[in-house]
Structures are given as structure tokens and as C-alpha cells.
């Protein structure tokens, strides 16, 4: 059998080899959720913050069929290229990975598949946005996002800002509790909802970077317990789009989305909330993501 293809940068690798704090963070931000310049500029600005925090950043993507973990400035550079050239970029969840890294493709990796390739490379905290999970209105479609699979079988801390707001929250706690999936609330009782900090969901609310830690060590010593730990990190408050003020937005862009579905169905809602919010969802989504990076940087710190 062939090797898979992986190439750990030569940053992550020390890190790694030196038993220094590692933090993953993913790329579809970069490849499908900002514009050019700003996507580079986030990337540059998320990597220089977690060093900040002590960390080694490892941005996980796929460049001509190698699974990149942590990117070198060639790398960065080619991913330039491939963004200003208007060429595909794919948007790749752990189900695409076998043959998009068969057929030398390229694309942002998602939570499903930037958890598999972080524990591949031996990286067990990982900090994104939002997790994919149950769409409104599953009874119909069945849309449920392979994210809550991988959480059930990859062990790996994620940090996020609870599901995207345009998902069935509540189904989607569901169905992590169906998987057998530790979800926990960072300092809150209350699951976030991603620009809001309130959802109307409890969780189980957990205080230190030690407990959590602690928590999933004990867990992964179980035999035959293999599911990741998710940490719902609320948005900061003055970056926070109240819940009653974001609502009517997401129900708009979800009416005005009837005829889209599959992967291009959550870049639509959320270009459509950037537009209908004027630049706010935006705003708070990338406040969101520096804030769940912060917390995994002190989780990373912890594991080491």
C-alpha cells in the first residue's frame, strides 16, 4: 500500500517532534468563505495570533493531491495562484479526500476533513468556526452533515461557536448525543448559536482548559471509545448579533434557497446573510473564529 500522501511543514514538524503545543485550524475560510485579498489576510492573521498564544498554527488543507498540515510559504503561494486564477478550488469533506487526493486535486478542507487529517498527524485540538449538522427542515431533505459523524469517531477536541446558525440546532445536538459525542459549553450553561451567544439549548457547562483536557483523556481510555469532544466557545459579546435580530435574516436566506441543496447550499446562506446584514454576520464571524482560536491555543497548551 501506498503511503498517504501527507506533508507535515517543517514548522508543525519541530513542534510536533519537540513535544510543543499544536493547534489545526481548516481552510475552507480561506478557499470558499472569504473574498481575495482578505481570505490571505485572514490566514496571515490567524496564524501570527496563535503563535502569539504560543502555539504552532497547522492550517490543513489540499494542495495538487498532497494533504498539507501546516502550510510553507511556497505553499501559500501557490494557493495565491490558485484563488487570483479563478481555478478549481474543491471544497472537501472527509468523504472527498480519498479521490481528490487521487486526481491531484485542490480545495479547503472542512471540519469533517481537517479532523481526520489533524489526527492523522497526531494534532488533537482543533479550533474552526461553526460545526456543519442537521439543516432545517431534515425531515424532508435527510441533509445532514458528515461533521457529526466524524465528531462520533475521530478523537479530537473541536472548538467552535456551536453549529451555523442556519442548521436545526437543537436536531443537531440531537444527533451528537445519538453518536455518543461530549458536547460541553465553554464558562456557559446556554449552547451559542454562532452569532448569538444564547440558543435556548443547555449544555454542560465546563471552566478550565485542565477539566477539559482531563475529561478527554479519560474518555479516549476507554476501550473502545474512539468519539471527539466538541467545546462550545461563545462569541465574544460586543461582536454578537442577537438571536432575535439575526433570525429573520437566516429564515429569508433559507426561503430564498429552495432550489439549492448539497455542498453549495451553506456558501449561499451565508453570502446571502453577509449581504442582508450589510457586512455584520462577516464582522462577527471573523470574531468568532479568532475567539475559538484563542481558547484552542490554551487547550493546545493544556494537552501538551
Same mark, same amino acid.
Given at each position: 500500500?501506498?503511503?498517504? =500522501? ?10 510536533? *517532534? &519537540? ?8 481552510? +475552507?475560510?480561506? +478557499?470558499?468563505?472569504?473574498?481575495? =485579498? ?20 497547522? &492550517? ?6 498532497? /494533504?498539507?498540515? @501546516? ?26 479526500? @480519498? ?35 442537521? $439543516?432545517?427542515?431534515?425531515? *424532508? ?22 453549529? #451555523?446558525?442556519?442548521? *436545526? ?23 451559542? %448559536?454562532? !452569532?448569538?451567544?444564547? %440558543? @435556548?439549548?443547555?449544555? +454542560? ?31 465574544? /459579546? ?16 433559507? &426561503? *430564498? ?8 447550499? &451553506? =456558501? !449561499?446562506?451565508?453570502? $446571502?446573510?453577509? #449581504?442582508? +446584514? ?27
Amino acid at each position: 500500500m501506498k503511503p498517504f =500522501p501527507l506533508r507535515i511543514s517543517s514548522k508543525v514538524r519541530q513542534a510536533i *517532534d &519537540t513535544g510543543k503545543p499544536v493547534l489545526a485550524l481548516e481552510s +475552507t475560510v480561506i +478557499t470558499h468563505g472569504l473574498p481575495y =485579498p482578505q481570505n490571505l489576510e485572514y490566514l496571515t492573521d490567524m496564524e501570527t495570533e496563535a503563535e502569539k498564544q504560543g502555539v504552532t498554527p497547522a &492550517t490543513i488543507c489540499v494542495l495538487n493531491g498532497q /494533504a498539507l498540515i @501546516g502550510l510553507e510559504q511556497q505553499d501559500i503561494d501557490l494557493l495565491r495562484t490558485k484563488v487570483t486564477g479563478k481555478e478549481e478550488i474543491m471544497k472537501l469533506n472527509l468523504r472527498d479526500l @480519498g479521490l481528490a487526493l487521487a486526481a491531484k486535486k485542490s480545495g479547503g478542507t472542512t471540519v469533517s476533513a481537517t479532523m481526520a487529517l489533524a489526527y492523522q498527524a497526531g494534532i488533537r485540538v482543533f479550533a474552526t468556526g461553526g460545526i456543519g449538522g442537521v $439543516h432545517r427542515g431534515w425531515r *424532508d431533505s435527510r441533509d445532514i452533515s458528515l461533521d457529526i459523524k466524524a465528531l462520533s469517531v475521530i478523537p479530537i477536541i473541536v472548538v467552535c461557536a456551536g453549529c #451555523k446558525a442556519i442548521l *436545526d440546532i437543537g436536531a443537531t445536538l440531537e444527533a451528537l448525543e445519538t453518536e455518543g459525542v461530549p458536547v460541553y459549553g465553554w464558562q456557559t450553561s446556554e449552547f451559542p %448559536s454562532f !452569532y448569538s451567544r444564547k %440558543s @435556548g439549548h443547555r449544555v +454542560t457547562q465546563i471552566n478550565s482548559a485542565q477539566s477539559v483536557v482531563q475529561a478527554f483523556n479519560l474518555m479516549q481510555a476507554l476501550k473502545g471509545v474512539h468519539s471527539g469532544m466538541l467545546i462550545a466557545n461563545p462569541i465574544p /459579546a460586543e461582536a454578537e448579533i442577537p438571536f432575535e435580530e439575526i433570525e429573520p435574516f437566516i429564515q429569508q436566506a433559507i &426561503t *430564498d434557497a429552495k432550489s439549492i441543496s448539497g455542498k453549495a447550499l &451553506t =456558501p !449561499y446562506l451565508l453570502d $446571502h446573510l453577509a #449581504k442582508s +446584514t450589510e457586512g455584520r454576520s462577516v464582522k462577527a464571524n471573523l470574531a468568532l473564529l479568532q475567539n475559538n482560536l484563542r481558547l484552542g491555543a490554551e487547550l493546545a497548551k493544556e494537552m501538551t
